[in-house]
């Protein structure tokens, strides 16, 4: 796993929302990890992979939840994955729902992929994780994952009774999960996978039946995932993809992002050298990025993008602003306004 790997907050995202049920004090968790709080309210948002796993790790173990990742992925189910699924739900058959998750496997994690395996009377819906065994938390991650497959195929294939003919599973042995739900599961596994019989494949899939509908996030911010610098910088997209939600809570130092990739200042600068950018430069790169979306964004006034950046006064973002683009805020939302005439004719 890359030192700036990331995944969508999404799904980390229904792990604190269950947490928060059971009256844990998810912010001091998230805080003491350096998970940045946004999250709470925008699952959309990228956040560092392996403090995922380590957030994950120590929750279960000082709140003694061993089948932590288990009892998410029951709870919320197919939901954990809703836009995906949806998605999956519009294909003919099961197999074809399958693929959908294949195809779109990199929208979520920058580390993950899913394929299928096909034998003579089942076949095995398989995910491979780039996250290595001995990271903690993985087995949560794991089970959890596959809790909410178990559920999807419940409800594409509208056979509420289903499991699956075995569970493969790279975690070694727990055995908290060995017997669970009268489940065939087979540990330290080459890949993660559910089997399923042959006679499913071409299943008709249905709708999936929103019983349990998490909590919704109060305002979700425009998506980051079109930045310029991503291009600029092609090498180093996944620390600039790191760094977003943090610059949504302040200006992160060099020591603090270099923690988070597990890595040395000096390290983290020799790869920013050879891009030909510096830290602080990059920053600024993605600052003036970030405004701009936020400018072409309706929902937001000039002073609400100061704030949202982190900047203390309006007047300080106007001038920082005009300093990355060559233009202030006013003049580049003039610039990109679609002229009324236009407006008329749509």
């Not at 954990?80 to 195809?103: K, R």
């Not at 178990?150 to 056979?159: C, F, K, P, T, Y």
């Not at 019989?197 to 998490?214: F, G, K, L």
Request: contains cysteine.
């Amino acid at each position: 796993m890359s030192h700036f790997a990331t995944t969508t907050a999404n799904q980390l995202w229904s792990f604190t929302c269950y947490l928060l049920e059971q009256g844990i004090d998810v912010e001091a968790y998230l805080t003491k990890h350096k998970l940045p709080l946004l999250l709470l309210n925008n699952p959309q948002i990228k956040i560092p992979t392996r403090l995922v796993f380590q957030f994950l790790d120590d929750v279960a173990k000082q709140e003694n939840l061993p089948l932590l990742g288990w009892q998410v992925g029951q709870h919320v189910g197919w939901q954990a994955l809703a836009d995906i699924s949806q998605q999956a739900a519009e294909a003919a058959t099961l197999i074809e729902a399958f693929s959908v998750f294949i195809n779109l496997a990199s929208t979520g994690a920058s580390h993950a992929d899913f394929f299928i395996y096909e034998e003579e009377h089942d076949f095995e819906f398989c995910h491979v994780s780039g996250v290595s065994l001995d990271t903690p938390g993985y087995f949560h991650v794991e089970s959890y994952l596959m809790a909410v497959f178990i559920d999807l195929v419940r409800q594409l294939s509208d056979n509420h009774a289903f499991k699956p003919l075995c569970l493969k599973l790279r975690s070694q042995t727990n055995a908290a999960l060995t017997d669970h739900d009268a489940i065939n599961i087979l540990f330290d596994q080459d890949y993660t996978a559910l089997r399923i019989p042959q006679s499913m494949r071409n299943a008709p899939c249905h709708t999936p039946q929103n019983n349990n509908p998490p909590q919704e996030p109060d305002k979700t911010l425009p998506n980051f995932s079109t930045l310029e610098a991503f291009t600029s910088y092609p090498a180093i997209a996944s620390l600039s993809t790191l760094l977003v939600p943090y610059l949504l809570e302040g200006t992160p130092s060099i020591q603090f992002i270099a923690d988070i990739g597990d890595t040395s200042v000096r390290s983290l600068q020799r790869l920013l050298s050879s891009q030909g950018c510096s830290f602080n430069q990059l920053v600024q790169l993605l600052r003036g990025d970030m405004a701009k979306l936020l400018l072409l964004d309706n929902r937001y006034s000039v002073a609400d993008v100061a704030r949202l950046l982190q900047y203390q006064q309006t007047t300080h973002f106007i001038r920082a602003f005009k300093k990355i683009t060559e233009t202030t805020p006013k003049q580049f939302n003039l610039s990109h306004q679609q002229p009324l005439a236009e407006l008329a004719e749509n």
